[in-house]
């Protein structure tokens, strides 16, 4: 059933982008077929091989088969994502080298624990700590001084 | 002619800096979000203060470094810096999760290197012949190599052949979002963003599609360890002899594959690696052992990514229109020398442009030599634990994006194009056909509507016969035969 | 395992140490009257990616005008968006603090003409202008056009099957449009790929197309091409025997000139464009400099601030005109 969802869905998107597809903007003298037909295109093949595969799967009966996508929001999987999320998320606001290393960190401690049943002994705490603290300034200063790149600032102005 | 030619190449100063640029190309081609261009492109000040054979030299080093260094961080951490080590991440990375890092990267090291020298042999003798066919390539042919490329990939798929379509035309649609091509002022599903007005950024989409689902899907697995199988300390790595006999017919086919491919502009390393992969696994003897991480497969993939680059320097080198969009800036660096690359170049400086292709030669071997030399200590990436290793990965793919345009913007796709990858992948729908839909989709809309436009209509396009009719007819026709053999099997088996 | 630790805790103190001594050296930018000094790296955004058309002339005059500099003046490539957008409005958006300018590509007042960019030139301060090129008209060298006359005279006999070749909204679009509207013909518009414009005509699948005369020299030279008309009113040096607009009749072409320059945010104080402006003079002076541009055919071409602010009020002007071409009313 999860797949018949997920080929749904795609339907359901696919149909919208068609639909929208009539309003874009063209110029008098395109004489190409205009930005609307390429995807009108791919939507009608995408509508067909998804309905063939609909069928497919109920012929097949393989309705009851299990669709991946719901463990990636589960357990330890879900405190990644989450993580991940809010880094990304506070990235900009928060400045590139203050969130990195508060990601690292946090992460780097909950996967420990994780992979070996235990926390780090305190001498080990610290020596990851500042390791990865040096480490993030090393990458800061390495994209923002030699490659030129901009990382955000934040507000402690790095 | 030969001995001028050695004259030009041959000197420390040029030798050295092509090492450097092998060496730091290395680096920018492993880290996700640097990549070739990138490299050549703060290279360029430095040329500047350079004589013309020294600039050559380090940024023909670059170029061959970057597009080597993506083989070492597709293999250890599934990675694909480029869209040209995609293919290298379905058996190189597997292969290195069974402790046998050394192994892959060795066998891509010199797949690369076969790859490399093939495509110079073709540049050095047919240069002038080949560049022809980059003049004979119209919209319509164009349209009609990439759409047949696409058909490929999913027919040779077999067996997951439907699933390769849905998953190549979601591709394909996500590939039309932002300012439309041909005419340059529809917004198709920006939402009013102009950051969307570039669609997704290809590279984004590779990180976001690879590497992401992967390190979800390890966080289950946290607790095994990778063993690597003992290796002796050598001062270098070499595949093993048997090996490399065996592989010799895949190989030269990557290499013919790739510097074909990369002839062509806009096609690149990612078509012709992809391709290439889905060729060797179809004429496999054990096509299902494809992905599980054999050596074929790596043997493949880099063989032809590698291929590309020769290829992409002739159209460049012979006519003055790059292959892609390296060989553009390598063009204006060039150009910065005093030296237009094209057919003035050729004729008037033969010296010249034969010494070029001498350093690329050159670039290529240093490569070779290089990574055999630093793989035992590049593959240690594999023994670190994983609980330090998931997050400065995760850290790596988020700077590299926000690098690749200075823009915080691309973040906010690419957990979104995580979550379709680890769809895709978990519920065997192949990832190959929608990457190399973001690849081509842009090159298939733009040249299908330059035909219309040249030529009136489809049907006035199909009508001109031609290679471009001929391939057209091919990517109708395979899909249809496929199916129909497909239903007959069925058949079969319902009636055993 | 003590060396290490002691190593690493060294090596961050130095960093530590290096960066906030760098912190405190900006911090103590002191307010000042009179012409203006800066303190921190001038940051020139080039809103498309490394290597192109618009970057490579712009790191040229970076280095040119960091010599004239008492601080670095550093090319960043913030690309995405359609025509540069999201560099302009990253510059747009930044502090006019004479920290981060943009360079104006051909493509900024034609996009808005379009109406697919939503700033304008009056969304920042003007600095200057530093370079143009010049847009050629080519055909085959072997073709039975000799002259631009023969070119219109075949469109006007056979209106619409004459293909002449552009990327579809950029200059040498407007450019045929230019010749067809003053000549009262039609051609037949073909949009062309960015990176193999000299292809389509090699392999002769257009009559004709417009480029920069830089692009398209090394044809005319090796004896492929011809050119028909440069689109300027001066001849171009080394290229006397090609026809300008000018001789040929054609009027009003001043808008058909790859000029780029650079822009401030809106907002920046006079003395800090007025310090930017004389770096750009200084260097498009600069005989080496000169010299760079001329191997890439490109010609330094300094702008006061006044002139080339009444230049891009000019060309926002034409654009915005111009673009009913392609939109219709």
């Known amino acids: ?158 | 002619m030969l001995v001028d030619v050695l004259q030009n190449v041959v000197s420390l100063q040029n030798f050295l800096l092509i090492l450097i640029g092998v060496a730091v190309g290395n680096v920018f081609g492993a880290i996700p979000g640097l990549n070739a261009p990138i490299a050549v492109a703060l290279a360029l000040p430095i040329t500047f203060t350079l004589e013309t054979m020294p600039a050559i030299s380090l940024l023909m080093g670059l170029y061959m470094g970057c597009v080597s260094g993506g083989l070492v961080s597709a293999t250890l951490l599934r990675i694909p810096g480029t869209a040209a080590s995609v293919a290298t991440t379905f058996d190189g990375y597997p292969m290195a999760q069974q402790g046998r890092a050394t192994e892959a990267l060795s066998i891509g090291s010199f797949a690369s290197l076969v790859g490399g020298l093939f495509s110079f042999l073709c540049l050095v003798t047919l240069a002038p012949v080949l560049s022809k066919m980059a003049v004979g390539f119209g919209p319509w042919e164009y349209f009609a190599t990439a759409s047949l490329a696409l058909v490929l990939v999913c027919v040779m798929l077999r067996g997951r052949t439907l699933k390769a379509f849905i998953a190549l035309f979601m591709g394909l649609l996500l590939r039309t979002v932002g300012i439309s091509p041909v005419d340059g002022i529809a917004a198709r599903y920006t939402f009013g963003s102009y950051n969307m007005e570039s669609g997704f950024n290809l590279i984004v989409v590779i990180i976001g599609v690879f590497a992401l689902p992967e390190i979800v899907s390890s966080i289950a697995k946290l607790k095994e360890h990778v063993k690597p199988l003992p290796v002796k300390p050598r001062l270098f790595y070499l595949p093993a002899w048997g090996s490399i006999r065996r592989n010799i017919g895949t190989m030269l086919r990557g290499s013919v594959l790739g510097t074909f491919i990369g002839i062509l502009p806009g096609m690149g390393g990612g078509a012709a690696s992809l391709i290439s992969y889905a060729q060797a696994k179809r004429s496999s003897k054990h096509p299902e052992r494809f992905g599980t991480g054999i050596e074929e497969g790596i043997y493949s993939c880099e063989s032809a990514n590698n291929a590309t680059t020769g290829g992409a320097l002739i159209p460049m080198l012979a006519l003055g229109v790059p292959g892609d969009t390296v060989t553009a800036i390598l063009m204006g660096a060039l150009a910065l020398q005093g030296l237009t690359p094209g057919p003035l170049l050729s004729l008037k400086n033969e010296t010249l442009f034969r010494s070029i292709i001498y350093v690329a030669l050159v670039a290529n071997i240093f490569m070779f030599v290089y990574q055999i030399m630093t793989i035992r200590y590049v593959a240690k990436v594999t023994e670190m634990k994983k609980s330090y290793l998931f997050p400065w990965v995760t850290v790596f793919c988020v700077t590299g994006v926000i690098s690749i345009k200075n823009n915080v913007f691309d973040l906010i796709y690419l957990m979104a194009f995580g979550i379709i990858g680890y769809v895709l992948d978990k519920n065997d729908y192949p990832i190959s056909p929608f990457i190399l839909a973001f690849v081509l989709g842009r090159v298939v809309e733009e040249n299908l509507r330059r035909s219309v436009m040249n030529y009136g209509s489809f049907l006035e396009s199909f009508s001109r016969f031609g290679i471009g009719s001929i391939f057209v007819t091919l990517a109708v026709v395979l899909p249809i035969v496929s199916i129909v053999n497909h239903v007959r099997r069925e058949r079969t088996k319902d009636a055993a | 395992m003590k060396r290490v630790i002691l190593l690493v805790v060294a090596f961050a103190v130095a960093v530590g140490f290096a960066y906030a001594g760098g912190q405190e050296e900006s911090a103590a930018a002191p307010e000042m009257s009179g012409p203006w000094v800066p303190t921190e790296p001038i940051q020139i955004v080039v809103p498309f990616a490394a290597g192109g058309t618009t970057d490579v002339p712009a790191r040229i005059f970076a280095k040119y005008m960091t010599e004239y500099s008492d601080v670095p003046v550093e090319v960043i490539n913030i690309t995405g968006g359609s025509g540069g957008s999201a560099g302009a409005k990253a510059v747009q958006n930044a502090d006019p603090d004479g920290t981060m300018f943009v360079t104006q590509p051909v493509a900024f007042p034609m996009m808005a003409g379009l109406g697919v960019h939503d700033f304008t030139n009056e969304d920042f301060e003007m600095v200057g202008q530093w370079l143009n090129s010049t847009l050629a008209v080519v055909v085959q060298a072997d073709s039975d056009y000799q002259t631009m006359d023969d070119l219109v005279a075949a469109a006007r006999a056979n209106p619409g099957e004459i293909g002449m070749g552009s990327v579809t909204s950029t200059l040498p679009f407007f450019a045929i449009l230019h010749i067809a509207e003053q000549r009262g013909v039609e051609f037949k518009m073909v949009d062309l790929a960015q990176a193999q414009k000299s292809s389509e005509l090699l392999g002769g699948r257009v009559d004709g197309y417009v480029d920069a005369i830089g692009a398209v020299r090394q044809f005319i030279d090796s004896g492929d091409f011809r050119a028909l008309g440069v689109i300027t009113d001066v001849e171009v040096v080394g290229y006397e025997d090609i026809p300008t607009f000018d001789e040929l009749g054609f009027t009003d072409f001043g808008y058909l000139k790859q000029v780029q320059g650079l822009w401030a945010p809106g907002g920046t104080p006079e003395a800090i464009v007025d310090y930017v402006n004389n770096l750009m003079k200084l260097a498009a002076e600069n005989p080496d400099c000169q010299a760079e541009f001329a191997a890439l055919a490109y010609k330094t071409a300094y702008m006061t601030v006044d002139e080339y602010t009444a230049f891009m009020d000019d060309a926002y002007e034409t654009f915005a005109e111009k673009a009913a071409m392609v939109l219709g009313n």
């Open chain 1, 1 to 158: 059933m999860g797949e018949i969802i997920f080929l749904a869905l795609l339907a359901i998107v696919g149909g919208a982008m068609f639909a929208t597809s009539y309003g874009f903007r063209v110029s008098i003298l395109d004489k190409s077929g205009g930005p609307g037909m390429f995807p009108r295109i791919i939507v009608v093949l995408l509508v067909v091989v998804v309905i063939v595969r609909i069928v497919q799967i109920i012929r097949r009966r393989e309705l009851n088969n299990s669709f991946a996508f719901l463990e990636m929001f589960q357990g330890k999987r879900l405190v990644y994502m989450v993580f991940t999320l809010v880094y990304m998320v506070l990235l900009p606001f928060v400045g590139y080298l203050l969130s990195t290393v508060a990601y690292l960190l946090v992460t780097i401690f909950y996967f420990y624990r994780t992979e070996f049943d235990d926390g780090m002994t305190r001498r080990q705490t610290v020596m990851v700590t500042v390791t990865n603290i040096v480490l993030a300034t090393a990458v800061y200063l390495f994209f923002t001084r030699w490659m030129n790149i901009l990382l955000p600032e934040g507000i402690l102005g790095v």
